[in-house]
């Protein structure tokens, strides 16, 4: 891994190696490989944060499974979360009868994946399940269930490995605490 990359200049620092990554994904799509095992699998990447982790976890799913995308309103270039929870983009299919996973990236107040499993249970998914990669507990404002987190973290703003901060930050390998001068 670059690690001498331009981005990383603007990070306190790493927080969660890629290698570190790759290995908590496996663990995870091993679990998921049993627990779904002779079932039908409909995978819910919630849009844009979660693109890298759901195209890595997908791969890793030995289970017959179809693909769609959500996206909800985030923090757009601040890096407190509003509270307020706006669907930009719904799914293509129904989820009625379907065994349903949602993939995140990250969960902190989780008011934006309460809004989306109620809305996915109300649809009549036969089960809807929660996967996210990061899970920020110390920022929960409702008992949302996290059904698999790959990462439980400390309450920091973090970016990379497909979450941002303004859409920047994306595309670093590693997940690293964003350097508070950034935003402040
Ligand atoms: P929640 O509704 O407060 O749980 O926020 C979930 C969304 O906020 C995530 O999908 C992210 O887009 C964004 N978010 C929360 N914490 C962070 C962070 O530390 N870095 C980047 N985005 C974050």
Redesign the pocket.
């Known amino acids: 891994m670059n690690r001498g990359k331009e981005l990383y200049k603007d990070l306190s620092r790493i927080l969660i190696t890629h290698e570190e990554i790759q290995h908590e994904i496996q663990s995870l799509a091993d679990q998921l490989n049993q627990e779904y095992k002779g079932k039908e699998l409909m995978c819910v990447c ?1 849009l844009r ?2 693109v890298v982790f759901f195209t890595d976890l997908i791969r890793l799913l030995d289970l017959p499974l179809t693909i769609d995308f959500m996206a ?1 309103s ?2 757009g270039g601040t ?1 407190k ?1 509003s509270g307020e ?1 706006r669907m930009q983009k719904d799914l293509e299919q129904s989820v009625m009868d379907k065994h349903v996973l949602v993939v ?10 309460a809004y989306i499993m109620d809305i996915l249970s109300k649809r009549g998914a036969k089960s809807v399940k929660l996967a996210t990669l ?1 899970d ?1 507990p110390e ?1 929960r ?1 409702n008992d949302l269930k996290v059904d698999y987190a790959c990462f439980t973290i400390p309450n ?4 990379g490995y497909g ?3 303004d859409e920047k930050y994306r595309n670093l390998p590693d997940i690293g605490i ?1 350097d508070p001068k950034i935003y402040m």
């Open positions: 919630i944060g979660a909800i985030s923090y890096t979360s929870v995140e990236d990250i969960v902190d107040s989780g008011l934006t994946l990061l920020k920022g404002k920091e703003f973090v970016v979450l941002d901060y964003l």
